[in-house]
C-alpha cells in the first residue's frame, strides 16, 4: 500500500539562498514573516503515524510503505499514535554499548533499516524491542527553537547551539 506523506525540511544551504525568498514571494508572504523551526537533529528513519497507520516516508519523499506492523514487533512510541511525521531511531547508547561492536554495525539506522526489513527477527533486534529502545519519535514532540528568517541568518551559529542544548 502506497501512503501519501508530507514535510518538508530545509537545509542552512536553502535558507540562506534565494528559494526561501522566492517562496514567500510567490506565496505572497513577507520575508518578515517567515519563521524558522529548528529542532535537535534525530537520525533515523523518516516515518509518518496518522490515521492509525505508520508509513515510511518513501524515496519519492511523499509516498511510502503501510510500516504498522513495526508497533506489533514492539516499536513504541514517545507519545502515544497519531503525532503525524518522525523518525524511528533506537536509543544511541544503548545502540553503542549492546549492538554496534558485538555485531559490527556501524550506524543505529543501519540497525534499524535491518529491523524493519527483514521478515524473521534476529535475536539482537529482539533484545532492543524487549528493552524498548527502538522508538518512533514524532517531530512534534521535539522540543525546538523558533526564530524569523532574519534572526537565524544573522545568528544560525548561535541558535543551532540552543538546539544542540535541547537534546
Known sequence: MVLP?????????VIFGPKVSDAAHQADISIGQVHIRITPKVDGLAWCDEDGVLASRGQDGIYGEDMSAAFERGL????????GAGEVVVVEQYFKYH???????????NFMVGLVATEKIKPHHANALE???CR?????????????LEEFRSS????????????
Open 5 to 13: 506523506v508530507g514535510r518538508l525540511e530545509l537545509t542552512t544551504d
Open 99 to 109: 549492538i554496534a561492536k558485538q555485531f559490527d554495525i556501524d550506524h543505529p539506522r
Open 156 to 167: 544560525w551559529h548561535e541558535l543551532l547551539m540552543e538546539s544542540y542544548l535541547l537534546r
Open 136 to 148: 518512533f519519535v514524532p517531530y512534534s514532540t521535539l522540543e525546538w527553537v523558533d526564530c524569523s
Open 131 to 133: 528493552a524498548g529502545v
Open 76 to 83: 513504541v512510541t514517545v507519545s502515544g499514535r497519531n503525532h
